[in-house]
């Protein structure tokens, strides 16, 4: 029960912010804080009682056992009156026996004396007058079993199994029942999953059995799991995956809306099967099939409701929404399952510099502006619901990061100047109580603007690539930098840590892509130069000499679900790369196209065996490539 009650204040503090009831979610939180029941938690019950036992304070132990009393034992039936005794019996006992055995014999005169009026007429504790003035008492026949170990452990645990049956016993309000609702729905959500899996495997198998002795040219994975990217339903509590065939998937690459763009996979059958398969780098520089490639390109969209270059392109944590942020400060939140359709416009009259999903819940985004202000914006309301003013000094915020436990999030704040080192700060803000935490990373060996951040899978470690070439990995735990070497001449763009997290990999000025060994500090694992189109500055030129420069803000690369493949940018849509392990350490495979303009940002949104890749280019177009994973 302590861990749905905690689910349910957590609900309840979302809900007041979200309400803007800011008096009452302190009010709220100072009565948690002093909470006697401690959330129903029976282990924090047991260390308060045992806190009151080792401080020998009588008077508090008395009035916490009282309170108990009265909110908890009063409404038990009569039947279970004399198991309160005994364990209020046992719990004054506990007490005595911990005050003689650490020497403080006054405390325990003391006890006898306040307790002598409620104590003496009670026969359990008639011969217990006598302990204080027994020179050995853990010696005594009748008083040994007391001070053993085991007599103690067994006094708390069936203290702690009395009071965990006695939670359950209330009834419970509706707020709580909610919450059981909800791991119950989950279960099931995840136990339909399982099936959906289980029965597509089953009929692929069957399938696959049936057209064993047919020869295909082009064939699809024999297991295909969590294809909802082309669904035709969505379930506006859970999504579950949604599970096509090869038809239903060509129906819909065929669908086309005024606001929907798709250019669907054609592939003819041979006219005659070729004695020899075609060269693998011949198809991925074409874009087509072959046994040796990873991906299958089964359609590309594109979105077009922005009118200017795209900074910023990410998916959020679930996978259900898109927040894109142009140069002229105007983000759309949008979804693209099962049709595209923009869910929220935001118009912002400051500049805006950096944009950020939060975790948990991730409905909300973070955007950083040019004039020293983080914005939490809740997409579902479509309103802002605070502001947080970071710094004035250090006003351009260029890089937002939320931890993975939904938390806290990072903040990288610079100064205004552009000529040489420019200042900066990283900071750490609270996401619930919308403060900033007291401390501020250290960032030797000067101040220097951070460009981009980085948070691995549980939120313990952050990586930073910064504007003077370093790369700095800070433990989260403690605070305080754990390492930094110089990766690029010149700033690092784009830093991101690889599947195992083993490793960091990095994106500079000076057009390298760099996987970093964190265990030895400044240890190269590999080293692959990168076109200009991939790295930046991009140039967009077009009539009578016009030239648009753009520096790098949004992510430069992504990862696959398995982390095998990355994709990148290029001067006409992404291109995807398998990690080697050797020279060179990419592998060109597959080129998605699609762009007139060169790629800014990319993003990759993987389910298991089929993901979209979003790029987004300077002319405001984004480009959906959803790609089906062949097993091997």
Request: glycine share 6%; proline share 5%.
């Amino acid at each position: 029960m302590g861990s749905t009650v905690e689910r349910t204040d957590e609900h309840v503090r979302e809900y007041l912010i979200y309400r803007g009831f800011t008096n009452t979610l302190k009010h709220l939180d100072s009565e948690i804080k002093a909470d006697k029941e401690k959330g129903f938690r029976v282990d924090k019950i047991i260390d308060q009682l045992q806190q009151f036992v080792q401080s020998f304070d009588l008077f508090g132990l008395k009035e916490y056992w009282l309170y108990l009393d009265r909110r908890l034992f009063c409404r038990l039936e009569d039947v279970y009156k004399s198991t309160v005794n005994k364990l209020r019996t046992s719990l004054y006992r506990y007490y005595v026996i911990n005050t003689i055995q650490k020497g403080n014999l006054e405390k325990t005169q003391e006890f006898f004396q306040k307790q002598a009026l409620e104590l003496q007429s009670q026969a359990e504790w008639r011969d217990w007058f006598i302990l204080p003035f027994i020179p050995a008492p853990e010696q005594n026949p009748a008083f040994s079993p007391y001070f053993s170990r085991q007599w103690a452990d067994t006094f708390l645990v069936s203290l702690h199994n009395f009071l965990s049956v006695l939670f359950q016993f209330p009834p419970q309000p509706v707020l709580l029942s909610f919450d059981a609702e909800v791991q119950k729905m989950t279960i099931l959500t995840e136990e339909n999953e399982q099936l959906r899996q289980q029965l597509f495997a089953l009929q692929t198998e069957s399938r696959d059995q049936r057209d064993g002795d047919e020869m295909v040219h082009h064939k699809l994975p024999a297991y295909v799991q969590n294809m909802d990217r082309l669904g035709d339903t969505e379930l506006t509590f859970n999504k579950l995956p949604v599970l096509l065939s090869l038809n239903s998937i060509s129906s819909m690459c065929c669908l086309q809306t005024p606001e929907r763009k798709v250019e669907s996979l054609e592939v003819e059958p041979p006219s005659e099967l070729p004695s020899e398969p075609p060269e693998s780098s011949a198809a991925a520089e074409g874009g087509g099939l072959s046994a040796e490639q990873p991906f299958i390109k089964l359609s590309q969209e594109e979105y077009g409701e922005h009118h200017s270059s795209i900074m910023h392109c990410r998916v959020d944590c679930s996978g259900r929404r898109v927040a894109s942020l142009d140069v002229d400060g105007v983000i759309k939140v949008w979804s693209f399952n099962p049709i595209m359709q923009t869910k929220a416009t935001i118009m912002s009259k400051s500049p805006l510099l950096s944009l950020e999903w939060a975790t948990k819940p991730d409905r909300l985004l973070l955007l950083g502006s040019g004039v020293g202000t983080v914005r939490l914006y809740d997409t579902d309301a479509k309103k802002n619901l605070y502001e947080m003013n970071i710094d004035e000094t250090h006003p351009r915020i260029l890089s937002l990061a939320c931890s993975p436990s939904g938390s806290s999030f990072v903040c990288s704040a610079a100064a205004l100047s552009r000529s040489g080192n420019v200042s900066g700060q990283l900071l750490l803000w609270d996401t619930k109580t919308v403060k900033q935490q007291v401390l501020q990373f250290s960032l030797e060996p000067e101040p220097v603007a951070i460009n981009c951040t980085a948070f691995n899978h549980n939120g313990n470690l952050l990586v930073t690539g910064a504007a003077d070439g370093m790369i700095r990995l800070f433990d989260m735990q403690r605070y305080e930098s754990a390492m930094s070497w110089r990766a690029h001449d010149g700033e690092v763009y784009s830093v991101e840590f690889s599947y195992d997290e083993n490793t960091v990999f990095s994106i500079g000025e000076d057009g390298k892509f760099i996987q970093w060994n964190i265990h030895r500090c400044g240890v190269k694992q590999s080293d692959q130069i990168l076109p200009q189109d991939a790295t930046g500055p991009f140039v967009l030129s077009g009539y009578s000499g016009y030239k648009q420069v753009q520096v790098p803000r949004g992510r430069l690369f992504a990862f696959d679900s398995e982390g095998q493949h990355v994709l990148t940018c290029s001067s006409s849509g992404g291109l995807i790369y398998r990690l080697t392990n050797g020279e060179p350490a990419l592998d060109r495979v597959l080129s998605l196209g699609g762009h007139k303009a060169p790629v800014v940002t990319v993003d990759w949104c993987s389910a298991v065996d089929c993901g979209t890749c979003l790029t987004a280019s300077m002319d405001g177009k984004i480009k959906l490539s959803t790609l089906l994973a062949q097993k091997s």
